[in-house]
């Protein structure tokens, strides 16, 4: 079985720009979520999709979102990059349902805002 | 809300010897805990999880951790390390929300090395 895939693994990007993130879940899984790591801040959770609906957010400014596609692969999108904004960028996928509560995560996207 | 307080930043220990890595909790709704590990570039690996029934729980690779609801502890254990145990684990409390959503709440990470 596939573990979660993360595209691109790292990420150089100017200030000012946008980027995508993309990430696959594991097969069958339905519920996707992301989660900002950085040095100062640690793990913070951004936002969670199930079935192509965000459930549940973060305290991420406007800049951050996400969408979450008919085979459960989710994409998140950063506008207007800030320098305060590089870090590791990683993905979990689950079903989604109770009880099953456990989360995968995938390698991440180091993304480097210059 | 929830919050994860892991009390050690760092964690140095030789090979063989036993090591805690200490983890606190507040919540004010049942929780679900778990603790991750993450080796250098990359992704968080689950090691261990309470869901629910017995206290302790035990990964394959000789950790254990046990789960103190009076003292609010989930604490990480093994008797003897190696050096292939060096990596940073994270302590995690999951609650449910809406129809099976779930939002993890993770500590700061404590880095564990493990010399010769």
Known sequence: KAG?????????????????????????????????????????????????????KGNFPG???????????????VSTLELGDSALY???????RKPNTEAFFGQ???LTVV | A??????????????????????????????????????PNQGLQLLLKYLSGSTLVESINGFEAEFNKSQTSFHLRKPSVHISDTAEYFCAVGTMLIQGAQKLVFGQGTRLTINP
């Open chain 1, 4 to 56: 979660v895939t993360q595209t691109p693994r790292y990420l150089i990007k100017t200030r000012g720009q946008q980027v995508t993130l993309s990430c696959s879940p594991i097969s069958g899984h339905r519920s996707v979520s992301w989660y900002q790591q950085t040095p100062g801040q640690g793990l913070q959770f951004l936002f969670e999709y199930f079935s192509e609906t965000q459930r549940n």
């Open chain 1, 63 to 77: 800049r951050f979102s996400g969408r979450q596609f008919s085979n459960s692969r989710s994409e998140m999108n």
């Open chain 1, 90 to 96: 990683l993905c979990a996928s689950s079903s989604g």
């Open chain 1, 108 to 110: 991440g996207t180091r």
């Open chain 2, 2 to 39: 929830q919050s994860v307080t892991q009390l050690d930043s760092q964690v140095p220990v030789f090979e063989e010897a036993p090591v805690e890595l200490r983890c606190n909790y507040s919540s004010s709704v049942s929780v679900y805990l778990f603790w991750y590990v993450q080796y």
